[in-house]
């Protein structure tokens, strides 16, 4: 590739049958969901309970620590590093440990409030018929006709095909609901309704992570939870009934009750996945769920926070390959464990199934952050799946992409780039080069790349990143089609890159590109719409276009106000944005006020000693110090240090510039 080929957003010549060796590491020898840098719908969720670090004591420190100089230290560098890390691991661990014991004393409570509910197990013992024969050939692979359809009645390609369908299928559903309704006693249209389509970011999330080896493919074709509907039952008779209506009047394709084998979140209810067929298009059909609650145990979802418990656990019950109890049972092992040792982690080890070990390495990688202990587990499960099912399949594939992330959170960059191309290699041959997996796994070489940088050299590394990034969008627009949340995506990335290397109009292309994309999709009051216009203001903010910049910001600010009210912590950093660009036109007033809104909104959704209360603190002491105020400053600076130095370390870079204000401040000098 050209460099003049970095100076635009139009990508359509580009091949990505190979890599260019002048940009991309020609010998790099593994997904944690986050694949992009601006991962879309990462804002939409809430903050999860525990999932921060523990308040600290709020104690000021004497102020001959604050003189505490790296070359001071009558120990080495890495022995203070490792101690650093031994301390947020066992942050990590103790976090990690309280939500465990929370998630299984909820499982208790939740058991014996079902005992109440239902003492003589009369849901459990609720019969569903199926009327598929199952959807598995006798070769193993999946029945045709059960796969989701385009609104042609032809198997679906991509993603945005089965989208299109579910919307024009909708009413079918519909007809059935209201048949319900009229032969079910005591059942009006207000307990029975369809629910909105499941956001796309969770279906493509799905997809990979649960379908990823059914074929015949893509995997988003045996997505049956598109089109979904909500049955609430007033008691267990009107639930007998419900099953009764669908298994005499609708064709279940598939079907589960979970008052036998409940979700892993504990929630129980019924599902069922129905054969939908159009009246107007003969031979066309889709496949939509319709979920069956009991109203007293949809209250014990609200009443526990299963949704927390849910998207917390999610990644390690993610998949086919395990059941939700052989998952059960190993957490609740580590539980009577209670901490995490030696012999715990060689008990683990010991363990000759390659899944199981597959979860547990997820583990330690995404909840406990103990990158050596999960690299080590990632090493063993990649013998075992050698050994069992060959280097050239799906699973190996995604243990070499884990681990290159997981070197890559190490800082072993050339070997997280060796183990993601190794990943890429085997994705090729068993996908295909055009496969969404293969976009994720370039967008994932792209950012490693920029993190590892190339010896001082920014432009090489973002041109190198920005090669992976524009193939990975032309496999992802061939694929999933060009309105679709990973296409926004792969243009933000670009964007990203783009603006790193000066570009400014291209950034500003692609942002807006992926603006579009975002607001076709979602509506212009979405979270992932606020982030969008926030890139495009940090765009401008370089650019100068102080104005422009001010107008993004505001308008992300206002969705975000609209979307999650005043008091959350993306409101938060909109504030923190706009203060930071007052301060650069210097009404240092104003972005003094805008700091410390921020600060108030931190300290009360995620505390006083977080991270993000630090970054305000030091905000408000930049401002104060560039109005001469010294003294001021230096309280805010102090604090802002007092609280990194515990939750980031001594050698952070953000705990090393608090340090180098409050020197400033003490000396009466203005911060560059």
Known sequence: MSDSDDDSVEISDVDVSDDEESDAPSTVPSDDGQEEKYPIGDEEEEEEEGDELAPLEDDMMDRDEYYDDDDDEDYSDEEAEDGDNAVLLAQHEEKFFERLNHFMDVQRKIEERMQK????????????TTHSGGILEEDGTFKLKYQQQDAE???????????EAAYQIKQSLRDLLDAMVDKVKGLDYVDAKI?????????????????LTRTPGPPETWLYDILRASVTCKTMKQMESVNKFLVKKAHIVQAKNRFVTPAYSG?????????????YKENVHFVAEIQVHHKDVLNLEKLFGLQNHYKYFRPIFAGESRSVAETMRDLEQMQKHKKIDDSLIQIMLDSNDPDQLFMYAKLFYLKLENYDVALHMYS????????????IHAKTSATYQDVGLVQAKMGD???A??????CLEIQEQVFGPYSPEVAITRSHLGHTIVERGDDGDELMEHRGALQQYRKALVIREKCLGEDHLDVAGSYQNIGES???????QGALAAYRESLSILESLLGENHADVASGHSLLGDVLYQQGDFQGAMEEYSIALAIREEVFGKTHHTTAYSHSEIGRLLAEVQDYDEAESRHRKALRIRETVVGKESPQAAESHWWIGYVLNQKGDFAEALKEHKVGYSIRVKVLTKRHPDTKASLRSVRACENHQKEP
């Not at 783009?498 to 400014?504: I, P, Q, T």
Request: net charge negative; charged share 35%; proline share 5%.
């Open 117 to 128: 509910i239902d003492p003589n197990d009369r849901l459990k013992e609720i019969e569903i």
């Open 153 to 163: 009645g032809e198997p679906a390609q991509n993603l945005g095909e089965v989208y």
């Open 195 to 211: 629910v909105e389509l499941k956001p796309r970011d969770r279906a493509n999330e799905k997809a990979r992570e649960e379908y």
């Open 267 to 279: 929630y129980r209810d019924l599902i069922y996945h129905v054969l939908l067929k159009w009246p």
């Open 380 to 391: 063993r499960v990649l013998a075992l799946q050698e050994a069992s099912i060959g280097e």
């Open 413 to 415: 960059y050339d070997n």
């Open 417 to 422: 780039l060796r183990s993601l191309q190794k």
């Open 498 to 504: 783009l603006c790193k290397l000066g570009d400014f």
